[in-house]
């Protein structure tokens, strides 16, 4: 179960949108203030926070900045009628991961939810799967169907870096520099022969395709 932390002190709007994430599957716990939130978080482990900005005594902004020095993992989501850039400036700049502008869409913080969720999942869990594919970083290991698949730590690292990103272009120039190291002197041509090797091991993969971005590098798309 997705446990979800509600901080906003209007009681109406958190009430509503604790029971949306409710009825939506999520475990969700409204707290009026940060004071609040702080003493919930100090009891309880959550996977998610949901926070508007002007609040008594301290605000969203002070309540994101003391959780990023304890969590710079725990996806924050700012929900304010604060519609000005500086705000939201302000919120990315101490760490926030998403912000909505109230009145909001109930069924829009939804999808911004799960596609938070998602994204953490990756870097805390460091698991990819996407269809019959299995992808463990933290045991560099590869599974289609539950049978395990030798890839090379390059290999891996390649489909790892196209998967964490879907339909973002990587061109030669950024998978070379990165594994294999800027001052590599290897042809911009091994990135095409490994891309060539991961589609041939990974050919029984039914949840994506590797693209060829003529002339740029490579996508991942998902089918």
């Not at 009628?81 to 500086?86: G, N, Q, R, V």
């Not at 911009?188 to 590098?217: M, N, Q």
Request: with cysteine.
């Amino acid at each position: 179960m997705v446990h979800i932390l509600v901080v906003e002190d209007e009681v109406k709007l958190n009430q509503i949108v604790c029971t949306y994430l409710n009825d939506s599957g999520f475990q969700a716990k409204g707290c009026l203030s940060a004071n609040e939130a702080y003493d919930e978080m100090y009891n309880n482990l959550y996977d998610l926070i949901i926070s508007d900005i002007m609040m008594p005594k301290i605000d969203g902004f002070e309540f994101a900045r003391s959780v990023r020095q304890v969590n710079k993992n725990i996806p924050i989501l700012f929900m304010s009628a604060k519609d000005d850039l500086p705000s939201k400036q302000k919120g990315f700049q101490l760490g926030i991961d998403d912000y909505m502008v109230k009145p909001i869409e109930l069924a829009e913080l939804l999808l911004r939810v799960r596609a938070l969720l998602r994204r953490a999942n990756i870097e805390m869990e460091r698991k990819i799967t996407v269809g019959n594919l299995v992808l463990d970083a933290d045991g560099m290991s590869a599974e289609i169907d539950g049978v395990e698949v030798a890839l090379t730590t390059r290999e891996f690292n390649i489909i790892y870096k196209l998967l964490s990103y879907p339909k973002k272009t990587f061109s030669r120039v950024q998978l070379m520099d990165e594994f294999w190291g800027i001052d590599s002197e290897t042809s911009l041509r091994a990135v095409d022969v490994y891309v060539t090797k991961l589609r041939d091991k990974l050919s029984a993969c039914d949840g994506f395709r590797i693209v060829t971005v003529r002339g740029l590098g490579y996508k991942v798309v998902l089918q």
